[in-house]
């Protein structure tokens, strides 16, 4: 996430989680929050990037842009909302969706390492 606002540094970046998780450089840090001010900041946002899972789900209530980047662990189609542009490598990939949080079966795990953050930044950057 740290390459992805490097290389966006036109956005103003907010990063919402646990003050326990390491702190973004370039981005205003809201942590700790209640999920009530969780949803507000995702409410006021202009867009969400994220992996699967909660603030997907939370920014697809309020019909936000989600750049949702999908590992491989799951199809697409168990995070997938009108408003989602995914952000994904796996396709070609005889092993995805794995369904496996740990233990990949393959050399590397291409589904993750095959989407750099350069990859990540352009798909934002068409956007605005």
Not at 81 to 107: G, Q, R, W
């Amino acid at each position: 996430m740290q390459n992805v606002i490097n290389l966006t540094p036109k956005i103003k970046w907010v990063q919402v989680g646990l003050s326990s998780e390491p702190l973004l450089e370039n981005s205003i840090h809201r942590l700790d929050l209640s999920i009530r001010e969780m949803a507000y900041i995702i409410f006021r946002s202009k867009f969400v990037l994220t992996l699967e899972g909660l603030y997907n789900h939370l920014a697809s209530c309020f019909d936000k842009k989600t750049f949702i980047i999908l590992s491989g662990m799951l199809p697409a189609e168990a995070s997938y909302y009108k408003n989602n542009v995914i952000i994904s490598k796996f396709e070609d990939l005889d092993c995805a969706p794995c369904y496996k949080l740990n233990s990949c079966i393959k050399s590397e795990k291409f589904c993750t390492t095959r989407i750099t953050s350069d990859y990540v930044a352009n798909v934002i950057n068409k956007d605005f």
